[in-house]
């Protein structure tokens, strides 16, 4: 589920946010990482995501699978390289050493989302009790966020603590959702993303998943 809410903490910015704050000092990127960046030597790959299309309709697999890749490694450098090359378009990763905390606000864990080996947004889980230091934090460095709530039939119930939309990067900060009942309650989530690189992904998505219906609609045009 939270691979659920990262999504959509994204998708109802992208939609929702009306940008109508000052969005000062955009990131452009986290920690020395720049959008678009490859992943470092440092990180560690924890995660992948398969996006295809079956009968014309979306489907997404989070797959963990570290036991694989240290079998590959076992195996060979070459089988690793190999493996690497053809790595599925999204990747979640980690560093090894990375400080959970931004200035007195202590996190969770740091997971750096890669799409088509670009770096396209970070996911930050934060320790609820320091959601108002954080927030406090956001506004000092980017500016006053947006607080959105409401509901869709995306999404069901939601609440953003602060939002932020600009050309270059977005800025969501999860207090509550509807899958709040999966998750840690003690841990909100913080997406900081690419805003070229998440819509370049979205619309690739959805262009492959027209295109799978396509495929399907005109096998079936044969039977007439």
């Not at 089988?79 to 931004?102: G, V």
Request: hydrophobic fraction near 35%.
């Amino acid at each position: 589920m939270r691979k659920l809410a990262f999504v959509l903490a994204i998708l109802i910015v992208l939609a929702l946010s009306t940008g109508g704050f000052a969005f000062q000092n955009e990131p452009e990127g986290f920690r020395g990482l720049k959008w678009g960046d490859p992943p470092g030597e440092d990180m560690e790959l924890i995660g992948v995501e398969y996006v295809y299309s079956e009968g014309g309709e979306y489907i997404s697999r989070y797959d963990v699978i570290k036991r694989r890749r240290e079998l590959l490694r076992l195996l060979s450098n070459e089988a690793w390289e190999k493996y690497i090359q053809d790595m599925p378009s999204f990747c979640q990763y980690k560093r090894k050493n990375d400080e959970l905390k931004i200035g007195e606000a202590k996190l969770k864990y740091i997971y750096y989302k890669f799409y088509k080996r670009q770096f396209m947004s970070v996911e930050i889980g934060v320790d609820s009790d320091y959601v108002d230091l954080l927030t406090s934090i956001l506004e000092l460095k980017f500016g006053e966020g947006e607080y959105i709530r409401g509901s869709s039939s995306l999404a069901g119930y939601y609440l953003f603590r602060y939002a932020q939309k600009g050309h270059i990067a977005g800025i969501a900060l999860i207090e509550a959702s509807i899958y709040d009942n999966y998750e840690d309650e003690e841990t909100l989530t913080m997406t900081i993303y690419s805003t070229k690189i998440v819509t370049q992904k979205r619309e690739e998505e959805e262009h492959q998943v027209e295109e799978e219906k396509r495929k399907v609609a005109e096998k079936g045009s044969d039977d007439f």
